[in-house]
Structures are given as C-alpha cells and as structure tokens.
C-alpha cells in the first residue's frame, strides 16, 4: 500500500536558555514543536555536564517528539546530521514504541503492513557517552497530570514520608497553557510536594493547514507516543534539580488491551506507553545510554482502579480538584474518559456526584458504557480501567440503589452470569510482581496497599 508521506526529517535544533525549538519537514510540508522549561538553562547544563551530554538529550527530546509526523505513514525518518546520537538500540527501541503506541492507528487506517518509517543515519557516526544525576536533596520527582491517580500517588508518597518535588506540562492540543496549569495547581495546593515544576509544549501539528487539505480524507486519526516522550522530557529537569527517579500514576489496568487484532498477532492496547513493558524498555534505554542513574517507575503498577479508589476514599473532597479530559479541560462529561471516572467516583465514593448528572440514563453516553462494560465489540481507546474493573463499578452502582437505562441492561444481561466474588478477588489485590518500585520506597508504600484492601473486602460485605 502506498505510503501518504515519503521523507520525514529532523532538520534542526534550536536551543535557547530553557526553550529548545524542533523543526521538522514532512515532503514539501514545514513542521515545528516548542518545549519550555522554567527553572532550566541549558548552557548551564552543558557546563555543568558536557556539551555533548546535554546536545545528546535534547536530540533524543526532539527525535521523539518526531513520532507524531509517523500518524502520516512516512516511508523515511531521516536524522542524517544526528548520527553521533544514533545507535541499533535507539532504533530497536523506536520500532518497539511505534509498533505498539501506534496500533490502534495503524487498525484505524487498515495498515497492519506498516511497521514504521526506515530511519535513516550514519551508522558509523555513533560516539558513546553517558552520564549521572547529580543527586540534590530531594531524589524524586512526580510527574502530575491532574487525574485522580495523580492525587493518591502523591497522598502514597506523603503518608509514607516520602518527600518529592513535582513536574507539570501543558501542551498545545489540550488549549490555553494558563487554564492547564492553573487546573493542575489547583490539586498540588491540596497536597504537600516540596518543589513544583512546570513546562510548556508548543506544536503546530493539529492546527497547521496541511492536516486540513493535502491529507484531508486520508488521515483519519492522529497519534503520540506522549508517555515515552514525556519521560525523556523530564529528563532536563532532573539533571537541574538533582532527582534520579521519576515516579509516574499508571495503574495496572493499563497492561491490557481493547482487543486482539489477529493480522499483526498482537493486542491493540491505548495506554501501552503506560505498561509495564514500557517501563522496562524504557528504563533500560536511558540507563545505558544516556542516564545510568536515573529509574523510573509507576507507584500505582500493583493495584487496579478498584484499590485505587479505596485508597481515593481517603481524600474524596479533593476529587472536584481533579480533571482527566483529554477534549475539554476539566470534564467534557461525553468522552469515554470522563464517563469512567465518574462511573468509579458513583460506585465507590460518598460525596455528591464528580457532576449532576445520571450517565446511567443519558443517551449519549449509552455507547461508551457498553462498551466499558464488554457489551460491545472492544474495550474504548481511552484511558479507561479493564472490562471487569468497569463492571464491579457497576454492579456498587446497583448495590447502592442507582437507577437508569444501563442498570436495567446490566442486570438482564450480565448480573446472573457474571462472578463478582471472583472478579473482587482480582481487583482487591496488591501484586508484588510486575512493578519497578525501588525497595527503599515499597516497603513504606506497601502498608498502605494492604490498609485499602481490607477497606475493600469490607464493602462487599
């Protein structure tokens, strides 16, 4: 099948203080994507560091952040005139990222033949240079989108003694920068963090005018790679402040997918930048080539939705403080995302609803809970909790007297054949496998874990 773009290229880098500039051509189309940190200069970097050091992170900043343009089906990803940052594991761990965050577009566009653009470099160019953190006084950082995640891993840390600064981004596609990190502000005040960071991504992709003419009808959806990007993005911040783990709120439910896609032999699972996978491959990357002391790790990988609102429970009157749309900040109250969060804030919580209203009998909303429950042919693409997880939500919603069009549907078609003893068996469990957490931070974490799984038994007493 024809390719929609041919030749894909990083053409060049600019950096100045704490802004770094990617520009991009895709054919005859110019692209560029801005990044601005406060509190980082990277010339101070560079002395404190290397140059090189420094000019190798920013390339693997801007190298990433080139996967979007792979949305367009580029035949090459050219970065020439960057050889020196290149090597066979950057490239094995670019296919890896592409073949895996980019399923459901290649599903969405019918390309199960696509397995990414041919990278183009000097094989000969490459110079192998790592370096370490230097630590500062506060080791960890925690990186807060807003969500409900975000404030118990934070409410995780800060119950088990653990001090830890906080990084925040705002992007372009999500709107207005201001309203974004005030949104997120507003829920690191209900917390305790002992420094807090901010960044700033600017990028004309979704707005530019070659999405809406030269591939008008032929790109129906869009993707990126944002958790892997958003982990080398940190890492600026971190040779600034002196952290050495980043620590992030992905929960167990990301491991699974929407559905099995038999033409690629593979699940076609959303949130696989958030998977344990993910982790590994990731960590390792930048251990050996880039940062051999950093580590990252997601403090919520034991647990499932389920255990994560038990622990939530704790801290309910700050879920108004919260927001996860990815369409309209704080809640669009329509998009899969903002209809599973309140699914699990009606089951499990007992303050007034996240908003006024009954999605349970609202047509708009029929679908997605259909599909959150199994009742459909997949799971959303969205960052949503496994089909079982969804259904427990559900089947509280009944125990507590909820009403409405998909609680009538619920109990004809599932109640009677589904095993929720068995299913609560699997979501109030701490799993001590399949997790990066550093010793010297699970066994003050895991206490907790074991607290909100009683809590949980006892609800369904």
Known sequence: MQNFLQNLALENIYVDGGQLIFHYSADTHAFWTELYYEGVDFNTLKERYSPSIIDNLIFHIGFIEGFKYFSLFPRVY??????????????DLSYLIYNNVFAQHKWEHSRPDYSGPKIVFDTSAYKDETTEIQIGDIAMLFSCGGGKDSLVSMKLLERANIPYAVSQYSHSIYGRHEKQHQLIDHLVKDCHPVEQNRMYILD??????????HFAGKIKTLCAPETPCSIFEALPLMLTRGYNYLCIGHERDAETGSFFWEEINQEVNHQWGKSYEAELALNSYIQKNLVSNFRFFSILKPIYDFLIFQLLRKDQEYIFHTHSCNIEKPWCKRCPKCIYVWLLCEAYLDKQRLWEENLFDLPEAEDTLLQLVGLQEYRPFECVGEIDDARLAVYFCMKKGCTGKIINIFKQELVDRVDFSAILQKYNAVYTTGHLIPDIFANRIWPQFYAAQVAGDGLFR
Not at 78 to 91: A, C, E, M, Q, T
Request: charged share 30%; aromatic share 12%.
């Open 204 to 213: 004309d992709f979704l707005d530019g005018p070659a999405l809406r003419h």
């Open 78 to 91: 050219n970065v020439l005139r960057y050889s020196k940052f290149v090597n066979k594991d950057l490239i």
